[in-house]
Every structure is written in C-alpha cells, then in structure tokens.
C-alpha cells in the first residue's frame, strides 16, 4: 500500500488482492473520522467496498495496482477506484439465483452519484458521491 495526503484527497494504491478491500476501508473510515463525516460511514464503506471488489474481479491487468482516492466534499464524501482496465461497468439485471449484479445498484440507491471517467493514462474511475442529509 502506498499513501499521499496533500490539502487535496486522500489517494492509496493497493495490490489486486481480496485483501486489500478491507484495508480500505480501514483508511475510508479514518478519513471519514478525521473529516466529522462518521455519520455516513455505513453507506460510505458499502459504497467503497462494492467499488474496490468490482475492480479486483473484472478489471485485472497484470503489474497494475488499484488507486482509491477519497475526498471530503461540503457534508459530504467522494469515492474514486481507479484501475487500468477500459472495461466499463454496466448495471445487469440480478436474477434470484444470480451470485452477482447486485452491487451498482446498491452504489446506486446509497450514493447521491455515481459513474465513470476516463483517467490520464491506461482505465478509468468509477466513483461516487454521498452527502449527509441535511438537518431538519
């Protein structure tokens, strides 16, 4: 795992591993700590955690790690995965029986927006974004 942490967001790379969702979560937690963002921290690492294990199962490239970037926004959080794939994802209808195709759809009703841009160089980012909701 590598880190850098400027004014700007929090950016790890992570090997291609099962292993490594968990650690990120661990550090999204602790931003979210850091930022007074703790009350969205369910959401946040559901989010995350479906993002990151897309990237480990469809979009290996060998000799390539897995960028998470993670950035406050006004009561709110951005999630970034970035990996070296071009493969995009899609929503795909989940049958009963089905033992995937689950997880856009719940990145989709927990976060406020989500989708895909292009990165400088090979892949892409997918990534999300969620906001408190306001007091009443």
């Keep these: 795992m590598t880190q850098s942490c400027s004014n700007g967001p929090v950016v790890y ?4 591993s099962p292993r490594s969702v968990g650690l990120a979560r661990a550090e999204l937690r602790k931003a979210l700590d850091g930022w007074g963002l703790a009350p969205m921290e369910a959401s946040a690492l559901i989010v995350l955690s479906e993002l990151f294990t897309n990237a480990v199962r469809h979009a290996k490239v060998p000799g390539r790690e ?13 999630i970034e995965v970035h990996d070296a794939s071009h493969l995009l994802p ?26 895909v841009t292009p990165r400088h160089g090979p892949g892409k980012a997918v990534w999300a974004e969620l906001t408190l ?3 009443s």
């Design 90 to 115: 899609r929503v795909v209808p989940a049958g009963l029986d089905s033992t995937g195709g689950r997880g856009l759809p719940l990145v989709e009703e927990l976060s406020d927006a989500w989708g």
């Design 13 to 16: 790379r992570w090997p291609q």
């Design 133 to 135: 909701p306001r007091p």
């Design 66 to 78: 897995i960028e998470t970037r993670y950035a406050p926004l006004w009561r709110g959080v951005r």
